[in-house]
């Protein structure tokens, strides 16, 4: 996704930074670092401390892949924006046989992850693992404020999802450069725990390059996509 969009998005958003930028900065008090360490008390959503406040987009990360870990679908949305947009990767897309759409929203995302982690699902276990890549900074348009800018993270995802077989046991694989671009959350009743502004993801973009719907690896394992692997639970 380009720079150019990005920046669009930032433009639309304008008018409610506006709006809540009092808000926050009645609780803020001060200069505050958006990559300084969590000083609260570990809580994402409130429900145990295996979860941070995302009081920087590498909390927001953490939030994402325990998520993902623990198969909670609440707690992974809590790390979207209302407005979050997955991009499928563009072999996804031209894949003449069975072609993803280019992009879903968040309520696609809360119907995939409640089909994926739930108590129906065939999913016995997920892992997901992310490795930096390069960080790109987009300002937005008030120079002296933090609030209107977009942090955008390049990680290579390694996401396994294990499926039970009556003598075995399959395992979905993507691995590929998958880039999240991340903004602050505007919502007044999503803070830290002195007031601090929190992050989000507003786009997640998946960078996977091979063509085609799945390559077959070993025999117990595909070798797909994050977009393909989210698809197959979507009803």
């Given at each position: 996704?380009?720079?150019?969009?990005?920046?669009?998005?930032?433009?639309?958003?304008?008018?409610?930074?506006?709006?809540?930028?009092?808000?926050?900065?009645?609780?803020?008090?001060?200069?505050?670092?958006?990559?300084?360490?969590?000083?609260?008390?570990?809580?994402?959503?409130?429900?145990?401390?295996?979860?941070?406040?995302?009081?920087?987009?590498?909390?927001?990360?953490?939030?994402?892949?325990?998520?993902?870990?623990?198969?909670?679908?609440?707690?992974?949305?809590?790390?979207?924006?209302?407005?979050?947009?997955?991009?499928t990767a563009e072999?996804?897309?031209?894949?003449?046989?069975?072609?993803?759409?280019?992009?879903?929203?968040?309520?696609?995302?809360?119907?995939i992850h409640e089909?994926?982690?739930?108590?129906?699902?065939?999913?016995?276990?997920?892992?997901?693992?992310?490795?930096?890549?390069?960080?790109?900074?987009?300002?937005?348009?008030?120079?002296?404020?933090?609030?209107?800018?977009?942090?955008?993270?390049?990680?290579?995802?390694?996401?396994?999802?294990?499926?039970?077989?009556?003598?075995?046991?399959?395992m979905y694989l993507?691995?590929?450069?998958?880039?999240?671009?991340?903004?602050?959350?505007?919502?007044?009743?999503?803070?830290?725990?002195?007031?601090?502004?929190?992050?989000?993801?507003?786009?997640?973009?998946?960078?996977?390059?091979?063509?085609?719907?799945?390559?077959?690896?070993?025999?117990?394992?595909?070798?797909?996509?994050?977009?393909?692997?989210?698809?197959?639970?979507?009803?």
């Open positions: 996704m380009g720079v150019d969009f990005i920046m669009a998005r930032i433009q639309k958003r304008s008018l409610a930074l506006l709006t809540v930028l009092a808000v926050l900065l009645v609780g803020l008090g001060g200069c505050w670092n958006p990559f300084a360490p969590d000083e609260g008390d570990g809580n994402g959503g409130g429900e145990s401390e295996t979860y941070r406040y995302r009081l920087t987009p590498e909390d927001v990360l953490h939030n994402l892949t325990t998520a993902y870990e623990y198969m909670n679908a609440e707690e992974y949305l809590l790390c979207l924006a209302e407005e979050f947009m997955f991009l072999a996804d897309q031209n894949d003449p046989n069975e072609p993803l759409p280019p992009d879903w929203g968040k309520q696609v995302e809360r119907e089909n994926m982690f739930g108590d129906e699902s065939d999913v016995d276990r997920i892992t997901l693992d992310l490795t930096d890549g390069p960080i790109e900074f987009v300002p937005g348009p008030f120079p002296d404020e933090t609030y209107d800018d977009v942090w955008m993270y390049t990680e290579e995802v390694d996401l396994r999802v294990f499926i039970p077989l009556p003598d075995d046991e399959l993507a691995t590929a450069d998958n880039m999240f671009t991340f903004q602050i959350d505007l919502d007044p009743g999503q803070v830290g725990p002195n007031g601090e502004p929190l992050w989000e993801i507003i786009e997640w973009e998946d960078l996977e390059e091979r063509a085609g719907a799945v390559h077959r690896g070993d025999p117990d394992t595909e070798i797909t996509s994050v977009g393909r692997i989210k698809s197959r639970y979507l009803e």
